[in-house]
Structures are given as C-alpha cells and as structure tokens.
C-alpha cells in the first residue's frame, strides 16, 4: 500500500484510519440513519403509511446492494481511496437533495444515491482499513475496528442535531434538518480531500482472483439475517421512543448513546476479533445485538430504553468488523475488495427486504412492537447460525 503521508502512516496509523472512518460516518452514520430521525416528521407532514415509509430505507439500501456489487470493479479501476472519495462526494450531494423537494420519487432518489455512495466508500475504506493493519498485526484488530466505529461519529452527529433542529421549528420542519445535515457533512468530509492514500492503490490490470463462496455460505446465511434485522430497529426505533412520550431530548439521548457506545467497540470487541477466523466472533457479537434489539419489548422506561441503545450500539457496528476480520483471516489480501464486495451485497440484500416487510407488518398490525420482534427474532437466528462457520482451511 502506497501513503503520501508517511509520516501520519508511520507514527500513526489510527489516526488515518480514523480520518477514513469519516467515510462511513457521512455515508452511514449520517446518510441512512438520520432518516430515522425525521422519519415521524416526514410520515406525518407528507402522509406517508408505515410501507411508504419502509420503502424509503428498501430503496436505500437497493442502492447500497449495487454500489457492493460495483465497488470491487471500481476500486481495482480508479483506486480504492478515489472511490471512498467518489462515494463520500455523493452521498453529501444526496442529502443535500433531500433537504429540496418534498417529491417521493426524487427523495427515492436521493435515497438510493446515498446508498450507492454509501457502500462504495464503505467496501473500499474497509479494505484500505484491513491494508494499513497489515503492517501491524499485533493491533491489527483494534486499528480494523476504528474504522467501524466512525459510523458512530455520524449517528451521535446526527442525534445532536436532529431532533432539536425539529423541536425548534416545529412540525414540517423535516426539510430543514437534511439541508443542516447536509452543510455539516460537508464539514466533515474536508479532511477526505486531503490526499491521505495513493490515488491509484487498488487499481490492477489483471483480473482479480476468484472467491470462494460456497465454504462460507453460513456465515452469508447469518450476515443475511443482520442486514435484515437491524434495519427495523435502526428505522422505527425513534418513531417508537416517541410514540411513547419521548421529547426531543429523549430521542436525542437514545441516538446519542447508540452512537457514543459504539466508541467502546475498539476496546470491547478487540480480543474477540482477533478470534475471527470462524464464526464465533460474530456469534457473540451478533448475539449481544440481537439482546439490545429486543430490551424494548420491555416497556416504554428510560432505563430501558438507554440499556438497549448501549447495548444495541456497541455491538452494532462490531458485527461488521467482524465480517472483514474473517475475511482479512481467511482469504489472501488479493481478494480482499471482492470478499469484502461479497459480504456486503448479501448484507445489502438482507437490508433491502427489511424496512418494506416490517412496515408492511406494521400497517398490517397497527403497531411498532411487532416490528420490533421481528428484528430481534431475525438477529437471533443469525447468531445461532454464525456459530456454526468453521475456519476456512483452504487458504
């Protein structure tokens, strides 16, 4: 891997990969997921029914699911770092849309353009990631899960902001948050026009090696059923916590603990990543998820409602450490975009058939909690499976 700044590389490699974490942070921390803020706002002032609503993030993550299928064969083209850069650029650009018209098709749009953007930043800047961790292998782990936690930074960013931005000036004030959202995600991706990576890392003429699919199909089968299982959570949560009474201050709170607590993944995770070459890792970690998913079943309580955003947060972002942790243990580094490119189109599946089936369960049911049980069923039976991956003994 070639660095421009190798000095920053040398001395501090955390330090880059916590400025290419801010990829993820504006493409997922902030591009999917603050949808989940103005979700309310937006139902209510545009009509929208609770499938209408799901189609929002089903049209999202579709455009996730192509920029995995597209991000290997751009990243082996123009670079791996231009294409974090190319990714960032419009997933900024996207937001921004939102915050301009209030047509459903042109806000699908704008949907799917975050999600392309979103996923082509996110398979080449985990790959970057699990690069510059080879020259240090006995922090290898933690450097890999920096890189994780800066979806955090954008859900914390976007908790703070938010519900505040709505509180202040009241019902149909959906369209100024993404415009605010947007102007500080432009903020925040300045550091990324800085040349930390060579633009042409990533580029071959030869044909990348082909992977190995079939060995790690349970492993799929479980990342399968993460991708459609968090979503509901992450899509109806707040939409839930208000229903319940929630002030602008409890919703802010509830997406600030998610995002904070997903600081603590580095440190948390990091002896279980590093035990990554089967499934266990994301068994455990899967499995801790699938407990914060279903806290709120509990009832309406702070304590409640805090316990599981922390518990659901911290392991929220692990779980897809831990698929570039088996990958990075598992297949050469030859191979690393395409099996990183394969991991997250199965995530983007599972992600794409979530929200349109919960709402369309919540239509049908006249209520979020079943919602709720689906996703923490779903999350579930994705532990249980991944306990089963063995260590891939081909390599």
Known sequence: MTLTD?????????????????????GLGIGRFVYSLVLPDMRDSLQWSYSAAGFMNTVNAAGYLLGALAAASLGKRYGLFAVLQLGTVACIASLLLCGVTADFTLLSIARFVTGFGAAISFVAGGTLAA?????YPERSSYLLSLFYAGPGIGILVSGLIAPFVLQGFGAGSWWIV?????????????????????????????????VAIRPMWIFLVAYFMFGAGYIAYMTFMIAYVRDGGGSAVAQSAFWCVIGAS???????????????QSGSAMAIILGTNAVGAAMPLLGH???????????????????????????????PRETWPKAIAVVTIVFGIGQTMGPIAVGAISDATGSLTSALVVSAATLGVGAVLSAFQKELSYR
């Not at 000095?7 to 993820?24: C, F, G, K, Q, V």
């Not at 605010?180 to 040349?195: E, F, Y």
């Open 6 to 26: 190798t000095s920053l590389s040398r001395r501090n490699p955390a330090l880059l990969i916590l400025m290419l974490s801010l990829a993820p942070a504006i």
């Open 131 to 135: 690069t510059i961790g080879l020259a």
């Open 178 to 210: 993404w415009l605010v959202i947007g102007v500080v995600s432009v903020v925040m991706g300045l550091p990324l026009l800085r040349k930390l990576v060579d633009a042409s890392e990533g580029t071959s003429t030869d044909a990348a090696p082909a």
């Open 262 to 276: 997903s600081f603590a993944s580095p440190w948390l995770w990091r002896g279980v990543l590093a035990r990554g």
């Open 301 to 331: 309580s702070p304590l409640v409602l805090g316990l599981s955003a922390a518990v659901f947060g911290v392991s929220f972002f692990a779980v897809v450490a831990a698929t570039t942790a088996f990958v990075r243990f598992n297949y």
